[in-house]
Each structure stands twice: as structure tokens, then as C-alpha cells.
Nanobody, 115 residues
Framework: QVQLVESGGGLVQPGGSLRLSCVASGSIFGVRAMGWYRQAPGKQRELVAWVTAGGFPNYADSVKGRFSISRDNAKNTIYLQMNTLKPEDTAVYYC?????????WGQGTQVTVSS
């Protein structure tokens, strides 16, 4: 059973930065592509970025050039560096494997971008 624990969210002004972390239990982490997802109030959960087992990153168009995803397989951790944040980035952010999001969702971490 893989458990996912996200952290690093908070309140930030537009244009600011945050770095999210997701720690995953279980040895399967190193062989799975992993993704960051987000869900804004009243909207469906969407994929923001994903990173292959080998560390190759991919991004949704809405965050390309602003967000950076990375992973440390030795620490079973993935990161999301978020720069130039916009109010529309406000959401609860989650991690899970990709594609498919097969693991039980964690509690997520709230990101609020507001002046």
C-alpha cells in the first residue's frame, strides 16, 4: 500500500514562489512516473506536471515555463517548484502516479495565491 504525503503549500502573493514536496512510501516509487495534480474549488482535478521514472519532466500548457517538477528516488520524493504564481493557480495540490493515479490520494496541500 503506497501512502502519499504532500507538503509545502501556503498563502503567497501573485508573482511569488512555493516549493511543494510529496513523499511516497513503498519501493515501487522508483519505477513509476509520478505527477502533480490540482483541484480548484468547483472544478475537476487536473494534471499539472509529471516526471518519468528517469526524471524527464512534462508540463501542462497552463504552467509551462513557470513550474518545475523533479524527483529524488533515493528519498521517494517528488517536488514541484512553482514560480510566478497566479491567482488561477489557487487549488489543493496532490501527487500520484501517472498515468492512472492508481494510489490512494493523500490529503493534498493547499496553495492560495492572493494579494
Amino acid at each position: 500500500q503506497v501512502q502519499l504525503v504532500e507538503s509545502g503549500g501556503g498563502l503567497v502573493q501573485p508573482g511569488g514562489s512555493l516549493r511543494l514536496s510529496c513523499v511516497a512510501s513503498g519501493s515501487i516509487f522508483g519505477v513509476r512516473a509520478m505527477g502533480w495534480y490540482r483541484q480548484a474549488p468547483g472544478k475537476q482535478r487536473e494534471l499539472v506536471a509529471w516526471v518519468t521514472a528517469g526524471g524527464f519532466p512534462n508540463y501542462a500548457d497552463s504552467v509551462k515555463g513557470r513550474f518545475s517538477i523533479s524527483r529524488d528516488n533515493a528519498k521517494n520524493t517528488i517536488y514541484l517548484q512553482m514560480n510566478t504564481l497566479k491567482p488561477e493557480d489557487t487549488a489543493v495540490y496532490y501527487c500520484n502516479d501517472w498515468p492512472g493515479a492508481h494510489y490512494t490520494w493523500g490529503q493534498g496541500t493547499q496553495v492560495t495565491v492572493s494579494s
